[in-house]
């Protein structure tokens, strides 16, 4: 029954920090999203018995790599494989959903926060037996498997019925068509105080959820309105749409206007959220108040003990380099370990699975815990629920105590997207050459104290990552990083992330475009944002 189709090696697909992505023309390709599927199951490790994972986020094409890869499964000799209903499961959902069954692994369907359609974004991402995504010694295997595959296998056998739950055979494998959302939705009340936020929401709370058109909309509608009993409408664009509605699902400022729009306006709910294509990113806004990633990070550590699933206290907290030292100042107040590492949630796959850590956070709107081994978008949204239920106070109020015992990392990130690849590589080609003569260089008011190219030496597994992206840190504890982004289809993004901190007693209620006007000055100067891109402003700021 098993058929072997020959093939030849597309260039260029090697997994980036979130799997492949590329244009959905380019996935569309005869045998291309096939070969990199029959790469994944010829170099990971699996047993003859062994289960495999598999949804997306519901993007255009979703539902035909998902028959297609069921085939292959087939072929391969997996013995199992649950999708979720719809060819749905979010990003932390499917990590659960691994952990849960014991799983050898999962295929994610998405292209995380870029945009969907037909000329738009497509990805693939492969997660290890421990829900987390493959490291690198596996990804740079799929990558050399790539370039030499001449074959891939299948079986002839009809698409399954995606749609109903259920169990079927493709070959001699069991396909199981699971609830999305059923899992998902009992871990999160297996951790947090649903009657807590019940009793909250009976009081008069409110909240707005925007699920952008993507995959966290069924969760969302199950868990807010279904189990906490926020009222119907709660979550708007719930359904998740090929197109996301024709908007970018990122959870921010730009993408997200409306829910900021309604969150600063006269008559706004007392808390606001989002999550993005995936699930795996969150937003968070109060009335009037909005909360950057890195803050909600800290002030989530801070309160997690609030929660049943942490009222034990924590072991760790790890942020990746790019996000603020907001959460350093929790760890040392708590007595905490804090691990700073490189961009990607599968650096801080070791620290939690040693025990090392219990909740990690990225600049970049992802938030998480040793509950999977991903970020999560909806899990971030409902420890926040369960804070303020506990607490009862408002997002601004809790804002506001967090900063006058702490201080207040004033912070932002900018991306200037889809640059020339030449320029961005030159940019920080010549970046690189200066570090050394930075050290005691005034920009404006501003000196440089340091600078380097963060390395990370994994306390776990003592592996070395290098080129991690520029710090510039300058006296006073302020900062400039740079680094080019992996996650776009397209050119490359340069990231700014600018940091100023501002001590207890100082000046902690200011708009942050007015307290970063100096640190925006001093990173052009530094690595000739201009010069080298003809951008006088980022595309995106968050």
Not at 379 to 395: M, Q, Y
Not at 465 to 479: K, M
């Amino acid at each position: 029954m098993i058929r072997t189709v020959a093939t030849t090696p597309y260039a260029g697909q090697k997994p980036g920090t979130s799997g492949l992505r590329k244009k959905v023309k380019v996935f569309q390709q005869t045998g291309y999203a096939e070969n990199f599927v029959q790469s994944v199951f010829d170099v990971v490790e699996r047993s003859d018995d062994s289960t495999l994972v598999l949804g997306g986020d519901g993007r255009y094409h979703n539902r035909e790599v998902i028959q297609q890869t069921i085939r292959i499964a087939a072929a391969n000799g997996y013995a199992r494989v649950l999708v979720g209903q719809g060819g749905i499961l979010s990003t932390p959902a499917a990590s659960h959903v691994i952990r849960k069954y014991g799983a050898s692994g999962g295929l994610i369907l998405s292209a995380s926060h870029n945009p969907g359609g037909p000329d738009e974004d497509f990805g693939i991402k492969y997660n290890i037996a421990n829900g987390g995504p493959a490291p690198e010694g596996v990804t740079d295997a799929i990558y050399a498997r790539t370039l030499t595959i001449d074959r891939w296998f299948t079986v002839d056998a009809p698409d399954i019925d995606l749609d109903t739950i259920g169990t079927s055979t493709v070959g001699a494998m069991i396909v199981d068509v699971i609830d999305s959302v059923a899992d998902y939705a009992e871990l999160m009340e297996s951790l947090f105080d649903f009657n807590a936020i019940r009793a909250n929401v009976q009081a008069g709370f409110t909240m707005s959820f925007d699920a952008m058109s993507a995959v966290t909309g069924p969760y969302a509608t199950a868990i807010l309105e279904g189990r906490l009993g926020f009222s119907k409408g709660t979550v708007r664009n719930g359904v998740p749409l090929e197109d996301f509605g024709g908007h970018h699902p990122d959870p921010n400022m730009v993408h997200a206007h409306e829910l900021f729009e309604t969150m600063f306006g006269p008559n706004a709910p007392d808390f606001g959220a989002a999550s993005d294509g995936d699930g795996d990113r969150n937003l968070i806004v109060g009335k009037h108040r909005f909360i950057t990633p890195s803050d909600s990070l800290a002030m989530l550590a801070a309160n997690a003990h609030l929660a049943p699933g942490y009222s034990g206290g924590l072991k760790g907290i790890a942020r990746s380099m790019p996000t603020s030292a907001a959460a350093d100042r929790v760890a040392e107040a708590l007595g905490l370990p804090c691990y700073e590492t490189p961009t990607g949630w599968k650096f801080f796959g070791n620290l939690l699975d040693v025990g090392m850590a219990t909740i990690c956070g990225e600049e970049s709107a992802g938030t998480g815990s040793d509950h999977v081994r991903e970020k999560d978008g909806l899990w971030a949204v409902l420890l926040w629920l369960n804070i303020l239920a506990v607490r009862k106070i408002s997002v601004d109020q809790l804002a506001r105590e967090h900063w006058a015992k702490f201080g207040r990392n004033y912070y932002a990130r900018h991306d200037y997207e889809a640059l020339p690849t030449e320029n961005a590589d030159a940019l920080m080609a010549e970046l690189n050459q200066s570090l050394s003569s930075l050290p005691g260089k005034a920009f404006g008011s501003l000196e440089v104290s340091t600078s380097d190219n963060f390395s990370y030496l994994d306390p776990v597994d003592g592996s070395t990552s290098q080129n991690q992206g520029v710090r510039v840190l300058f006296e006073g504890g302020s900062r400039v990083v740079f680094r080019l982004s992996g996650t776009g289809t397209e050119g490359a993004t340069l990231r700014v992330y600018l940091e100023r901190y501002e001590p207890v007693g100082g000046d902690l209620d200011r708009e942050t475009p007015d307290m970063l006007a100096g640190l925006i000055s001093a990173a052009d100067g530094i690595a000739g944002i201009v010069r080298h891109t003809g951008r006088t402003a980022p595309d995106v700021v968050t």
